[in-house]
Structures are given as structure tokens and as C-alpha cells.
């Protein structure tokens, strides 16, 4: 009698013919042999066959083959689910998942393998997010609209980025317990006390090991193990300090990317898509930098990176000049290794289209593609033309929550007395920033009223987040008259928390150069049109700081960098002065600010937590709704007056021609009409924005 041998592939998978196969306590399974004939030493006369083994279901290709994978990368969608403007209350389609939908699908239809991946600033970022956060909250089992609306899309995975955590640990968990795929983040570790960096341990997944089958040039299908690895900026331990500080720790991105790439190839990922929240920066790396995309490519076994965080598109002509920086904007490659970043709040889809071959070393990338599909375009008047319908599936799964949104944003609570805008706020003192200046001074003189800081001067700056980053039309506006919660979201977009610093007068100073950074040299003696704006300054940076007057003079060299790095010894402010004195280099000051700014968000010389004398838990934002309802009720319920005190102004410069760029409403022409020195030119650049003349012989203030 002989025992039947299985096909040990079928029980083992197909490395059991070579190496045999185990249990689940690694106890080898052993197969009986067949017993010898009993009552005889002869052998049998018709002996059985050797079984013919089972043909391995998934063979190796051959050397040669080729398929082609398509990625597809979402990222700074910051909850805007719909083609809709809150601050505005109207249709936007300019933004959306909703309509970044369609440009998936397309995607999907056009490639025979396809991945999908989000990158993260996904929960936090428009008033829905807001909403469910800070209003509805999430209770046990309740989905968030961001993952209504992703679920229907079959994500592969998703990476963490910082605004994850503005809401906290707790509310981040109950949100993405929800999404129907997974998450990663290989630099942030739960916080254990010691000093030990062997036994931390990942607050999530590290990196994913997808197998995937996909179909070659041939139709031919075979698996491709997709590896996944997720880094977030390690600066979320000072931007969100009090929600993370003794909870998790933040390591370095490329020392993560160097311990774990390694593993990942080790444990048979094919290829490896990096999926960094983090800029592109090309200057040397150092210990926690916040935009090491570059110096990923530089890590071996990386073969895609999906990168965001800066709001920005690559390739694109903003990274135009590095080519001896390794950067193709052709192909869309970084070192030579595909990548891609595509834009904010859902308005491109990014793609890499590689070509995978099958070499002796296993699967190799052999050719890239990188591109960005846009949700929209602009016809030569500047009207805003879809390119994509709505998708009515995640139409339908958010309606609800998008309604309950719109009903909270427009409930009036107080009034104002004039318009409040921030066109000009980059060229002149601005009421948007002047209300959020004046907020702060206010909640901060009440706080230490009775403490050994009720002596100090409280300084307070503040900065226009709403001034053409997102383009033509993203300016606050808010009329005369009525003031709700979604014109307060409009005046402070971010959800930060309030902190007081102690500086000496030098310090202020040096923090007013670096904000000065915002405005291109002017050289007094061409007769040529110049361009005040330094577009590689973002204008969340440029800080006014109330309670003290200056001059900002344009003629001198930028003394920083956007980067906070020393440019130059050029001193543009000018006649610093407190209450008509002016200031010593040793006067103390309070200045109010954010944790992002107090926590060294921006680089700002001189400015750390280590200066913090003030850790309010209280959100700016907050802050400000509390402050127009007070002033409101004190002005007799007719609202408060938004009116800037123009504390600051440009020295005089004669004859020099300066323009700027500002939006191309009539609002914001009709306003400009209040002012002697800004001239309307009648023209619109490339990007939609109307050009401004400024007129600088006389100081405004």
C-alpha cells in the first residue's frame, strides 16, 4: 500500500517544492514516503510513476518582460470633499475631490495597472473639516465626510501629513478608523521617556507590502509586491506641540527612509513608492528637515516619490534652473527618479506612468513619466472652465454633511462696520490682519493681568493667509453688516493655538527683517516697472507686527531669506518706535503670536519654544470670534470697527515705477479707490491677477 502524496504546492504556495513547507508553530509538514511492498524483498513489477509535480501557478517572467503601472497621487486635499467655497458660500471649481474623482476613473480607464495614493492634509483645512471636528465631533463608528467621499474611490493607501494632528491624537484615530484602506508614516514614534531609539515603536505602519497582480504588454499576469513608505515633516512636535508633546516623537525622513528601505527590499517589495509629505528642497540636508523630498531620490531602492505638503505642482516651470540639480522637468524626475506633487485642495491629479521590466535582479523601472492632470483651466478672459463633471457618488455620500456645514458657517453672531478685505494687505496695513492683531492683544493683556508679565508691553503680529497663494480669487472678503462663523474662518484659516513670546526690542527687529523678505529690492534710479512681490515668499510669513510703527525700505537687500537664512546685512526697518519712542535694543516685549510661528514655523531668527512665557490652549482663531463679539456688544450691537491703524508703511522712495498683484474683483478695485498711492492699471497678468501701481514718495503712515 502506498501513501498518495498532495501536490505540496497547493498546500505550501509555490516555494514548497524547493524548500519544503511549515506550519504555523514553523513545524516542517513531513509527507510520508511510499512503503515497500509487504512480504517480499522484490520489487514491485509495476512500479508507480513518480508524480508529475504541479506547474508553478505564478512562474518567474522571462527575462524581458514588460509592464506598464500607472500611479496616481492626491494630497493636500485639507477636507475640501466638494466644489464649494465656504467662505463664499458659492460653487468652486477650482477644488474638490469631486472633481479629481473624474480625473481618477479617466486614469484608472487608460492603464491596465494602476495604484492610487493620498499624501495627506486630508482632515483639517476647509470649514467642513472644521465642522466635524470642533462642532459635531465623530462618535464611535460615525464616518468622516473626507472618508465618504475616499471610500468610494478604492485607495491603495494613504500617508499622514501634519495637519493630521491639529485636532489631536484621539480624534485622528476615531477619523481614520473609517477609511476603508490603510495608513502609514515611518517617522513618528510612540513617546516612551528614555533615550533609547532601539525599542521605539511606530505610532503607525511604517511602510506597506502590497502584492499586486498586474498584466504585462503581453496580457500576461503576474505579482508585483508594491512597497509603500510614508514620512510626515518631524516639525509636527513644535507646530502641534500641545496635542503631541510626551504622547509621540518625530524622527529625521531620510534617517527613517535609510532604516527601512533596506527591510522593505528585504522582505521582497518589488518596487518602493516613497509617499513624503515634504517639499523640494535642493539645499544640503540636515538632522529634521522639513522638505527633504530631494534627498529621498538620493536613498537607493527608492523608485517613485509622491510628494506634497508645499502646495505646488511638479514638474512645473517653479523648479525651472535646477537641471544641474538633477531636476528633469521633462520627464518629471528628481536624480533621475520619477516624481511627482500634485497641488492642493484636489485641483490636479498626479500621475507617474512607469515601465517595469524583468531583469535578473528581479523587477527594474526602466522608463518614467511624470504629469499633472488639472480639474480645470482658464479661458483668455480668466473665466474658470471644468474640465470634469461631478462625481455623483461622493456627491451623494457628503450632501449631508455638507448642508449641516453651510448652516453652521452662515449663522450670523455679531456685526462689523465696514468692509473687511485683505487685497492690499501685502502692500499696506491691512484690517483682515489689524482684527486678528487686535484679538490677540486683547485676550493676552487680560491673561497676565496680575502676573509678573502685567508690566510688559504686549506687542502682537499677525499675517494675511488669504492673499493670492491659491490664487486670483483667494482673498477674504467680508461686507458690511452681518459676521459669521464662516468670515471668521476666512480671516484665520488655520486652526492654531495662541502663544506669548518675551523678546527684546532686537529681537523684534530681526523678526520684522525676515518678514521684509516679502518684497523684492527696488532700485531707486530705473526708470523701468518693478515688481514689489517676492513670489517665492509665501505671504503666511509676512508678519505686521501691532503695537510698535516702522518703515520698511525696499531699497535695501533682503537681510533673510523665505528660508530664514542671512542674505545680507541690509536693514530694512526703519524707525522702529514704541508709543513715539524708539526702541532699545534691550526693551522688553510680549509678543503674541501661533504655535507654528513661537514654535520656530518659518525660521524666523531668534524664535523657538524656549521663548514662550505664554502657552495658552486657546485657539487664535477662537479668539478672534470671542473678540468681535465683545466689541460688538461694547460698540450698542452696531459692530465692531475693522478699521488698520497703519502702524507700518514703505519708506518714501521718488520716481521709481513699483507695481504689485492683487485680485481682479471689483471689490477690490472699488477699494483701492480709498487710497492715494494704488493706482489700478487695467491689466491682468498670466495667472488671472490684476496689476497695481504703488506710488512710494510719500510714507502712508
Not at 187 to 192: A, E, G, L, S, T
Not at 279 to 292: I, P, S, W, Y
Not at 633 to 647: K, R, T, V, W
Amino acid at each position: 500500500m502506498k501513501t498518495k502524496l498532495l501536490p505540496l504546492a497547493i498546500l505550501c504556495g509555490t516555494s514548497a517544492l524547493l524548500s519544503g513547507c511549515f506550519d504555523s508553530d514553523d513545524n516542517k509538514i513531513e509527507i510520508d514516503p511510499p512503503a515497500p511492498t509487504q512480504g517480499t524483498d522484490k520489487p514491485d513489477p509495476t512500479p508507480t510513476p513518480e508524480p508529475t509535480p504541479e506547474p508553478d501557478p505564478d512562474p518567474a517572467p522571462a527575462l524581458g518582460t514588460k509592464l506598464e503601472l500607472r500611479l496616481l497621487e492626491t494630497t493636500d486635499l485639507h477636507a475640501n470633499v466638494l466644489n464649494f467655497n465656504y467662505f463664499s458660500d458659492k460653487q468652486d471649481d477650482k477644488v474638490g475631490l469631486v472633481k479629481t474623482a473624474a480625473l481618477i476613473h479617466k486614469a484608472r480607464e487608460e492603464a491596465t495597472n494602476s495604484v492610487l495614493v493620498d499624501n495627506g492634509d486630508l482632515i483639517q483645512g476647509s470649514p467642513l473639516g472644521d465642522y466635524i471636528a470642533k462642532i459635531k465631533n465623530l462618535a464611535d463608528g460615525e464616518v468622516h465626510p473626507v472618508y465618504k467621499a475616499m471610500n468610494t474611490l478604492d485607495y491603495d493607501v494613504a500617508n499622514i501629513g501634519n495637519h493630521e494632528f491639529n485636532f489631536g491624537l484621539e480624534f485622528l484615530q476615531e477619523a481614520i478608523d473609517d477609511a476603508n484602506f490603510p495608513y502609514i508614516s515611518a517617522n513618528v514614534f510612540k513617546y516612551d521617556g528614555d533615550d533609547d531609539d532601539s525599542n521605539d515603536v511606530p505610532l503607525f505602519a511604517p511602510y506597506l507590502i502590497q502584492e499586486k497582480s498586474f498584466k504585462d504588454i503581453d496580457g500576461e499576469e503576474h505579482t508585483v509586491k508594491v512597497g509603500y513608505i510614508g514620512f510626515v515633516p518631524p516639525q509636527i512636535m513644535q507646530w502641534d506641540k500641545a496635542n503631541l508633546e510626551n504622547k509621540v516623537i518625530a524622527k529625521d525622513i531620510i534617517a527613517m527612509a535609510n532604516k527601512y528601505v533596506p527591510k522593505m527590499k528585504e522582505e521582497g517589495a518589488d518596487i518602493i513608492v516613497a509617499i513624503p509629505h515634504s517639499g523640494l528642497d535642493t539645499a544640503e540636508h540636515t538632522d529634521k528637515k522639513e522638505n527633504a523630498s530631494y534627498h529621498l531620490s538620493k536613498v537607493e531602492g527608492i523608485d517613485a516619490i509622491m510628494f506634497g505638503h508645499a502646495h505646488a505642482n511638479f514638474p512645473s516651470a517653479r523648479y525651472a534652473g535646477l537641471e544641474d540639480k538633477g531636476i528633469d522637468l521633462e520627464k518629471g524626475t528628481i536624480n533621475g527618479v520619477a516624481a511627482v506633487m500634485p497641488g492642493f485642495w484636489g485641483n490636479h491629479l498626479g500621475v507617474i506612468d512607469l515601465t517595469l521590466t524583468y531583469q535578473k535582479n528581479g523587477w527594474q523601472v526602466t522608463d518614467s513619466q511624470s504629469t499633472l492632470k488639472p480639474i480645470f483651466e482658464q479661458d483668455e478672459n480668466r473665466n474658470v472652465i471644468s474640465l470634469v463633471a461631478n462625481d455623483a457618488e461622493i456627491e451623494a455620500a457628503t450632501h449631508h454633511d455638507h448642508e449641516e456645514t453651510r448652516t453652521w458657517v452662515n449663522k450670523p453672531f455679531a456685526k462689523v462696520t465696514s468692509q473687511v478685505n485683505s487685497f492690499f494687505a501685502l502692500v499696506n496695513d491691512d484690517p483682515s490682519i489689524q482684527i486678528v492683531t487686535d484679538a490677540q492683544t486683547w485676550y493676552t493683556q487680560k491673561i497676565v493681568q496680575g502676573t509678573e508679565l502685567s508690566d510688559l508691553p504686549v506687542l502682537s503680529a499677525g499675517a494675511p493667509f488669504r492673499a493670492g497663494r491659491g490664487g486670483a480669487d483667494d482673498y477674504t472678503y467680508i461686507a458690511k453688516g452681518d459676521i459669521a462663523y464662516r468670515n471668521v474662518a476666512d480671516l484665520y484659516i488655520y486652526p492654531n493655538v495662541l502663544k506669548v513670546l518675551k523678546l527684546n526690542g532686537a529681537q523684534v527687529k530681526e523678526w520684522l527683517e525676515m518678514s521684509a523678505g516679502q518684497f523684492n529690492q527696488i532700485d531707486p534710479q530705473s526708470d523701468d516697472m518693478q515688481s514689489l512681490i517676492n513670489p517665492d515668499f509665501p505671504s503666511y510669513n509676512f508678519d505686521v507686527i501691532d503695537g510698535v510703527t516702522y518703515q520698511i525700505d525696499v531699497t535695501q537687500p533682503a537681510r533673510y531669506t523665505s528660508k530664514g537664512e542671512k542674505a545680507s546685512d541690509g536693514q530694512r526697518i526703519l524707525a522702529l518706535q514704541y508709543q513715539g519712542k524708539p526702541v532699545t535694543d534691550e526693551q522688553q516685549f510680549l509678543v503674541v503670536t501661533n504655535n507654528y510661528r513661537a514654535s520656530g514655523g518659518g525660521n524666523f531668527p531668534n524664535i523657538g519654544a524656549d521663548k514662550i512665557v505664554v502657552d495658552s490652549p486657546d485657539e487664535n482663531r477662537q479668539v478672534v470670534a470671542n473678540y468681535i463679539t465683545y466689541q460688538s456688544e461694547q460698540n450698542d450691537g452696531n459692530g465692531l470697527d475693522p478699521s488698520a491703524d497703519m502702524n507700518w508703511t514703505f519708506a518714501p522712495i521718488n520716481n521709481a515705477q513699483i507695481q504689485f498683484t492683487s485680485s481682479n474683483s471689483d471689490e477690490a478695485k472699488a477699494y483701492s479707490e480709498q487710497f492715494e498711492h494704488i493706482e489700478p492699471l487695467n491689466e491682468t497678468n498670466d495667472a488671472g491677477f490684476a496689476l497695481y501701481k504703488l506710488k512710494l514718495t510719500q510714507p502712508q503712515n
